[in-house]
């Protein structure tokens, strides 16, 4: 039995999905709870979807199901705040590319809810390498591109596995907006153009706003998309690489009195401290993808120490299918390689990336009350010869390796 609990909040729909299952009790595992603890020989407890109770030595609820995970290690369900799964689907050439709508610089209107294929391969590799939930967005091609969606990754019905949506309007800086539609002799031909573009439809979207409550204008589902950026109800997630980037981002956040992610964040290093003044959350990555463009020359891990040492909140992302969903935690394996402490990189891929995308109090460590989303893996999660035994959505098992 499957019970769909619909939670309305203005105009940002919260859909939670339960599976009405047994009861069950884990036991002897290693956790990774996600919030920087660690409990070295732990039990949990999954009743109706969720964690029930999380310690050490609890006692056994009458009537569950006991799993002896056998000094096996435990971790939150992985989450990619940033990727085109089922929206760019992999191997397919131009028939799978359902993420950018280039037929104009402006589609606030679009939703990457409406362009997801969930049997997609994609969906199956993230199962596979843990992954449990992902945000889905448009793609970079335009200034403004779309409403993007938070889902579960087990599924066949893309309505059925929503978290949140929308969790944010998508919006890009830089070179790929000038790349596509500069040579189309239209906004952008440069970064100039982009910012007054943004700049444009967002007094558009203000004075929509005045007008609408009058039933003096007629609606428009472009302004009414980019309204809830301005009454805060989502974010602007704004792709941009270059520092010059970042920071007319942070201008514009500051002008119109928005919330903003930085999506990227290639060179943050060298502003880290100025990111810091502005309260926002950033998502780093695709680390592991090749300098396919200017824009990228800077790219390293050092992104992320400087950010840890700045003390602003970071994720890790794929970008997939830039990089592999697969690999994402060997993107986080290599994060630590290059310094950063494995405490700041499974917050970046768990309770950190829960918080980017607004879902924390759903999904992101082991704790009461929390959607059981979780991975059972063979060994330490940061070696890369690890393997990931079984993964759960909502406390269910959606993938198990076959010894």
Request: net charge negative.
């Amino acid at each position: 039995m499957v019970l769909y609990i619909y939670i309305f909040q203005k105009s940002t729909i919260f859909i939670k999905i339960r599976e009405v299952s047994t009861m069950y009790f884990f036991t002897n595992a290693k956790i990774f709870l996600g919030t920087g603890e660690i409990i070295e020989k732990g039990d949990f407890f999954v009743k109706e979807g969720q964690f029930e109770q999380v310690g050490a030595s609890n006692s056994i609820p009458e009537k569950a199901e006991v799993i002896d995970l056998q000094g096996k290690i435990v971790t939150p369900g992985l989450i990619d705040v940033h990727t085109h799964l089922g929206v760019h689907e992999e191997g397919l050439g131009k028939e799978g590319h359902d993420f950018n709508e280039t037929s104009c610089e402006v589609t606030a209107q679009v939703r990457a809810l409406d362009g997801i294929n969930p049997r997609e391969a994609g969906f199956a590799e993230s199962r596979k390498a843990g992954v449990t939930t992902v945000q889905i967005m448009p793609g970079s091609a335009n200034i403004i591109g779309g409403e993007m969606v938070v889902l579960k990754t087990q599924g066949h019905i893309v309505d059925q596995m929503i978290l949140r949506e929308p969790s944010g309007l998508k919006a890009a800086t830089g070179e790929n907006p000038k790349t596509v539609h500069g040579p189309k002799n239209r906004l952008a031909v440069t970064r100039m153009g982009i910012a007054a573009r943004l700049r444009e439809k967002l007094i558009q979207a203000t004075n929509y706003q005045l007008k609408i409550g009058t039933g003096d204008v007629e609606r428009n589902l472009e302004l009414e998309n980019i309204s809830k950026v301005l009454r805060k109800e989502i974010p602007l997630r704004v792709h941009a690489h270059r520092a010059d980037d970042i920071v007319t981002v942070l201008r514009l956040k500051r002008e119109f009195d928005i919330d903003v992610t930085i999506e990227h964040c290639t060179e943050g290093h060298h502003i880290a401290e100025f990111i810091a003044q502005h309260d926002v959350k950033v998502s780093v990555g695709p680390t592991m993808s090749s300098r396919s463009k200017v824009e990228l020359a800077d790219k390293g891990w050092h992104t992320l120490k400087a950010l840890e040492k700045a003390g602003i909140p970071f994720s890790i992302t794929t970008d997939h299918p830039v990089v592999g969903i697969e690999h994402l935690m060997t993107s986080a394996i290599l994060a630590v390689k290059n310094g950063i402490s494995e405490e700041a990189v499974l917050k970046a891929i768990t309770l950190n990336a829960a918080k980017h995308l607004g879902v924390e109090k759903q999904v992101g460590s082991i704790e009461t009350g929390k959607d059981a989303d979780f991975v059972v893996w063979n060994g330490d999660p940061f070696d890369l010869r690890s393997s990931v035994l079984q993964t759960f959505i909502n406390g269910e098992c959606v993938f198990e390796k076959m010894e």
